[in-house]
């Protein structure tokens, strides 16, 4: 079987749209995603909480973490780990880029770090 590792970037916004330590939700080929603006970059997470489906897009950036405004699980931008939750989760990753002022996603590349992955 072949398979296509062709990456598919999707042009988003500009990135003056999203404030330094601020998140946006969108939606992007059926994924809701949450991008947020880190200052001297931006990083894209599935939008959806694992723990009760908050909307991570609106939880509070610290560093490279945010928090869900939910219930406070906080979850490492990076990696999409949680950190310091009271059980093992995970959200997904997208590779994010700035072209000419635009953020740009690529939702094909989704990655997922399992928590039993991390302490491996
Ligand atoms: S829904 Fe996110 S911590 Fe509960």
Same mark, same amino acid.
């Given at each position: 079987?072949?398979? /296509?590792?062709?990456? @598919?970037?999707?042009?988003?916004?500009?990135?003056?749209? #999203?404030?330094?330590?601020?998140? @946006?939700?969108?939606?992007?080929? $059926?994924?809701?995603?949450? #991008?947020?603006?880190?200052?001297? @970059?931006?990083?894209?997470?599935? /939008?959806? &909480? =694992?723990?009760?489906?908050? =909307?991570? &897009?609106?939880? #509070?950036?610290?560093?490279?973490?945010?928090? &869900?405004?939910?219930?406070?699980?906080?979850?490492?931008? /990076?990696?999409?780990?949680?950190?310091?939750?009271?059980?093992?989760?995970?959200?997904?990753?997208?590779?994010?880029?700035?072209?000419? $002022?635009?953020?740009?996603?690529?939702?094909?590349?989704?990655?997922?770090?399992?928590? /039993?992955?991390?302490?491996?």
């Amino acid at each position: 079987m072949l398979i /296509n590792f062709e990456s @598919r970037w999707t042009r988003i916004a500009p990135t003056a749209s #999203i404030p330094p330590r601020e998140g @946006r939700a969108v939606t992007v080929a $059926g994924a809701e995603l949450a #991008i947020f603006n880190l200052g001297e @970059r931006f990083v894209t997470i599935s /939008n959806q &909480c =694992p723990h009760q489906g908050g =909307p991570l &897009c609106d939880g #509070i950036v610290s560093g490279a973490v945010v928090v &869900c405004p939910l219930h406070g699980w906080r979850f490492d931008l /990076n990696t999409g780990l949680a950190v310091r939750a009271s059980l093992p989760a995970c959200v997904e990753t997208y590779p994010t880029r700035v072209e000419d $002022g635009i953020i740009l996603v690529d939702v094909a590349a989704a990655r997922r770090i399992e928590p /039993n992955e991390a302490v491996a």
